[in-house]
């Protein structure tokens, strides 16, 4: 029989701990990237069972595990993993910087194109090596990567290590496979690693297609490494742990070595759990997540082109954040963040995801919709007094 989840209810998440949630008025927080819905209750049964077990003792990744991850990648995405190409980590944001001590030494120069997640900027620099930016152009509404750019920086800086992000973080991009062989040519020539952040794979929407970049790496395997995670597609963010894909066994070697360094490897019970359970019995609460998602997607973009048709919005290929350029109303980050944030609603200000970022604003659309609602409501409130 066929569950119909809701996503309509409200959660109350206050003083539960939550990073979105942290107001002591009614704030509206439509900012960082987890969802307001409850997590898919098969993963929380197991859980639950876990718990109810009562031993939270070390963990050892199963053959159920591993299984469970090679039949979504491979079911999903034609992506052929064996158990010999996957690693775990506490997160994708370490693997992120862990990849610096794979790929570089200090000093060295890494790319990423921007705007960006901020990690993807902060991690470099923290991490001692250069960072290099190339802009990312829009046409036709969405985010394109500058290759002639891209090329041109890899040449003047001596480029070791690439971050992409695939699907986009903030501007929603699903990079196609001719742009990502484009770039693979590109780092190939001038033997640049490339680190694909894949963790927002599974929310790709409707009428597009995500492509993992190993698919494409035949030949330069050993250049090439992917990280995902089950933690956004699922919503247990605050569970924290992730996956290291690569198909070169010497890579693989060289990546667990540096992981020993900190004896950053192993999962959290939790993160074994709710892995194992979301990838093998997840798949429906996804596809209707993602309904729910695109629902709510179509109604911002609607509500803006009613209310507020002065700010250019950038409909996202996959996820839930949507980049809103806010340049008609303001030139100036501070005042727009401020606005938001007298009207009671949070997002987050664009100018943080880089330069590129300037007069932008991105908003998290995973909540139930009268809340969507009355966030937008409140955000059209604060453009009145701009
Ligand atoms: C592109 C991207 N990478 C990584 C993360 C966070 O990953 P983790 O929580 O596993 O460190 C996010 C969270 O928003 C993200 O958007």
Redesign the pocket.
């Known amino acids: 029989m066929q569950v119909s989840y809701n996503f309509d209810e409200v959660v109350d998440r206050r003083d539960t701990g939550s990073l979105k949630w942290h107001y002591s008025d009614d704030t509206i927080p439509l900012w960082?990237?987890?969802m307001d819905f409850k997590a898919a209750p098969p993963i929380l049964n197991a859980i639950e069972q876990a718990v109810q077990h009562g031993i939270l003792g070390y963990t050892k990744p199963t053959k159920a595990l591993y299984d469970a991850i090679i039949n979504w990648h491979g079911s999903r995405y034609d992506l052929a993993l064996n158990q010999e190409n996957i690693l775990f980590?506490?997160?994708?944001?370490?693997?992120?910087a862990l990849m610096m001590n794979v790929f570089t030494d200090i000093g060295d120069a890494v790319l990423v194109n921007a705007p960006i997640?901020t990690?993807?900027m902060s991690k470099v620099e923290q991490n001692g090596r250069t960072l290099i930016t190339s802009s990312l152009q829009e046409s036709e509404d969405k985010y394109r990567l500058n290759l002639v750019d891209i090329e041109a920086k890899i040449i003047e800086h001596n480029v070791k290590l690439y971050l992409l992000?695939n699907?986009?973080?903030p501007g929603g991009r699903v990079w196609t496979p001719d742009e990502l062989n484009a770039l693979l040519t590109i780092c190939k020539k001038h033997d640049v690693a490339i680190v694909s952040?894949e963790?927002?794979q599974d929310l790709t929407l409707s009428g597009h297609t995500f492509t993992p970049f190993l698919t494409l790496a035949a030949g330069y395997e050993h250049k090439v490494v992917s990280?995902t995670?089950m933690?956004?597609t699922f919503n247990i963010?605050g569970i924290?742990?992730?996956m290291i894909f690569a198909k070169d066994a010497a890579l693989i070697q060289k990546i667990s070595q540096q992981q020993q360094l900190n004896d950053e490897y192993e999962l959290n019970l939790f993160a074994y759990t709710a892995m194992r359970s979301a990838y093998s019995e997840g798949s429906e609460w996804l596809s209707q997540a993602l309904e729910y998602i695109e629902g709510n997607i179509n109604l911002t973009m609607q509500y803006f082109a009613e209310h507020l048709p002065k700010i250019k919005v950038m409909r996202p290929e996959a996820?839930y954040?949507i980049w809103l350029d806010c340049a008609a109303y303001s030139q100036d980050d501070q005042q727009l963040y401020n606005a938001l944030r007298a009207a009671r609603v949070e997002l987050n200000a664009g100018i943080k995801y880089g330069e590129e970022g300037h007069s932008k604003m991105r908003l998290n659309v995973a909540c139930p919709r009268a809340v969507l609602v009355e966030g937008l409501n409140r955000i059209h409130h604060a453009f009145s007094t701009i």
């Open positions: 960082v990237a987890d980590s506490p997160g994708v944001v370490p693997s992120l997640y990690p993807f992000c699907p986009h973080n952040d963790i927002h990280l995670s933690t956004k963010a924290k742990g992730s996820s954040l």
